[in-house]
């Protein structure tokens, strides 16, 4: 496989791209939503219930489509970087980085040195079983997407250093995180979450890095389009599953 030199640059350009998170540990799930025309798909290892041994099938399976995978891994360490990446990914979705020292080393444990720490292994996916690497080694630097979630009062108020570093390539808000890390329990609408939504947005904006959201409902798009997230997703392919099979009991029950 063959990282885009595009998509990086498009995110960073601030291009209006449009994801959905992926949290059903299926492969299949991950094929319908890239065919669907999404320009890029969240696959989730950080609540999603897939393993190291499910990822590789979720990748093959966005690999069949269009769509830009990223992978949330669980923890900023970086061991969880050098699997993902070693089977595929095109970016990672780091989660609850507070600090710009957070975010360094994230950035350091996706580049190869003399950029970062990750580890250099030539025969792996990533880098086309090794068919690839040179390419992949001089590059990956440039192509990899860095996506920084900002989930607490601390994030927000380190959102201009955050955003200061560079490979932090988009501020992600994990929107529910932030909501109860702030005593304001899933009030997307609340003054205190709009300030702080602003915040990074206009972070992110002064350090040409894009901002980003996962929101749950339709009616929210226009809003934090207007803030300046570009980076955004909606929904899950859980949440579509359930209301999916609650519209068809709906329509039964009612005849």
């Known amino acids: 496989m063959k990282l885009s030199p595009d998509f990086r640059r498009r995110a960073l350009a ?14 299949m799930t991950v094929e319908i939503a ?50 993902v990446l070693d089977a595929g990914a095109s970016g990672v979705m780091v989660p609850y980085v507070n600090t710009a ?9 996706m580049r190869y040195p003399p950029h970062g720490t990750r580890g250099v292994a030539k025969f792996n996916r990533g880098a086309g079983f090794g068919g690839d690497f ?35 390539d988009v501020l992600f808000v994990g929107p529910t995180d932030l909501s109860y890390n702030l005593g304001i329990r899933d009030q997307l609408e609340h003054p205190e979450f709009t300030a702080a939504l602003r915040h990074v947005a206009a972070a992110a904006r002064r350090h040409g890095k894009a901002a980003g959201i996962l929101v749950h409902q339709p009616a929210l798009v226009p809003k934090v389009r ?12 859980g949440g579509a599953a359930r209301a999916g099979l609650l519209g068809f009991l709906a329509g039964l029950r009612a005849t």
């Open 134 to 168: 040179e390419e992949y080694y001089l590059h990956a630097h440039e192509r990899l997407l860095g996506v920084i979630q900002i989930e607490t009062p601390e994030a927000v108020a380190n959102a201009e250093a955050i955003a200061a570093v560079d490979g932090a």
């Open 226 to 237: 207007d803030m300046g997230y570009t980076f955004t997703a909606l929904g899950t392919d």
């Open 14 to 27: 601030g291009e209006w791209l449009a994801g959905t998170f992926l949290n059903l540990g299926s492969p």
């Open 101 to 109: 020292a957070e975010a360094r080393a994230a950035v350091s444990a």
């Open 34 to 83: 890239g065919l669907a025309g999404f320009d890029w798909l969240l696959i989730d290892h950080e609540h999603g219930p897939g393993g190291e041994d499910l990822l590789l099938h979720q990748l093959h399976a966005a690999a069949a489509t269009p769509a830009f995978p990223v992978v949330r891994i669980a923890h900023n360490e970086p061991a969880r970087f050098k699997r």
